[in-house]
Nanobody, 116 residues
Framework: QVQLVELGGGVVQPGGSLRLSCAAS????????MGWYRQAPGKQRELVAR???????GYSDSVKGRFTISRDNAKNTVYLQMNSLKPEDTAVYYC??????????WGQGTQVTVSS
């Protein structure tokens, strides 16, 4: 059983920062990619950022230059540093893990609200 535990959501004013973390535990073999998705009310879930085991990163255009994804392979943990937050970043953020055997796991989600 694989568990992904997300921490770090909350309420922040526009222009502020938040850092999300996601720790994976359980019987994990061959982690290939870890990433963050988000889903705003009435919208589809979308990719925010991802990082492979080789530390190759990818970002959605809407967050490039503002968000930074990183990972600690020894701790099976991925982080998302979010700076210059905007109201349109408000969403539930989900951690995602993919393995080399094509298994995929999701966290329970953490709410990020950007509001004055």
């Amino acid at each position: 059983q694989v568990q992904l535990v997300e921490l770090g959501g909350g309420v922040v004013q526009p222009g502020g920062s938040l850092r999300l973390s996601c720790a994976a535990s359980g019987s994990i073999v061959g982690i290939y990619v870890m990433g963050w998705y988000r889903q705003a009310p009435g919208k589809q879930r979308e990719l925010v950022a991802r990082i492979t085991s080789a530390s190759t990163t990818g970002y959605s255009d809407s967050v490039k230059g503002r968000f930074t994804i990183s990972r600690d392979n020894a701790k099976n943990t991925v982080y998302l540093q979010m700076n210059s937050l905007k109201p349109e970043d408000t969403a539930v953020y989900y951690c995602n893990l993919g393995t080399t055997s094509y298994a995929e796991y999701w966290g329970q989600g953490t709410q990020v609200t950007v509001s004055s």
